[in-house]
Structure formats: C-alpha cells, structure tokens
Nanobody, 126 residues
Framework: QVQLVESGGGLVQPGGSLTLSCAASGSTLSIGTISIGAMGWYRQAPGKQRELVAK???????NYADSVKGRFTISRDNAKNTVYLQMNSLKSEDTAVYFC???????????????WGQGTQVTVSS
C-alpha cells in the first residue's frame, strides 16, 4: 500500500506564491522498491471538473495545464519519493483543492493515476 501525504496548502493573496509537497510512503517504499512511476497534481474547484495541473516522470519529463504554464513548476526527489509544486503569480482562479497523485511504474501517465492523496486546500483571495 502506498500513501500520499500532502502539505503546504493555505491562504495566499493574488500574485503570491505557495509550494505544495507530497511524500509517498508504504511498506515497499521503505525497503527501496520502485513502486511509483510518474507523479502529479490534480485540482478541483467548487462546481468545476477535476483537472490535471501538472505531472512529472521519474526521469523529469513534465507536462502542465495551459492555465498554469509559466507560473507553476513541478519537481520531484526520487530518493525521497516526494513531489513538489511551486506556484507563483497565483490568481483567484487557482483556488481549489489540490490532490497529489502517483502512477504505478508500469502504467503510462496518460492513463488514470493509481494513488491519490487526501487533498489540500489552496485559497487565493485578498
């Protein structure tokens, strides 16, 4: 079993920045087994569909939603099984619950992620 624990959400003013972190843990990870492939972040705002924000492979290839390109940066530390999302120039439209996600190593990232975090609230408001 793999668990994803998120941190870093909160309230920020428009134009501000936040960094989200997500650490994966589990019995197989504790002994160094590679159980996670790509990792990413989804978000869901009230009354809107869930959308992919960004994702990253173990090798560092990234993909971003058009709405966040140039403002958000996803990165990861494979040794720590941790993924980060640096969010700059935040807008009110970025307000949502952000979910950390992870794919199994054998699953292409164009398919559904296997693991989901509990979500962390990001609120952008003056």
């Amino acid at each position: 079993q793999v668990q994803l624990v998120e941190s870093g959400g909160g309230l920020v003013q428009p134009g501000g920045s936040l960094t989200l972190s997500c650490a994966a843990s589990g019995s197989t990870l504790s002994i160094g087994t590679i159980s996670i492939g790509a990792m990413g972040w989804y978000r869901q705002a009230p009354g809107k569909q869930r959308e992919l924000v960004a994702k990253i492979t173990r090798g560092g290839s990234t993909n971003y939603a058009d709405s966040v390109k140039g403002r958000f940066t996803i990165s990861r530390d494979n040794a720590k099984n941790t993924v980060y999302l640096q969010m700059n120039s935040l807008k009110s439209e970025d307000t949502a619950v952000y979910f950390c996600n992870a794919w199994a190593p054998w699953v292409d990232w164009n398919y559904d992620p296997v693991y989901w975090g509990q979500g962390t609230q990001v609120t952008v408001s003056s």
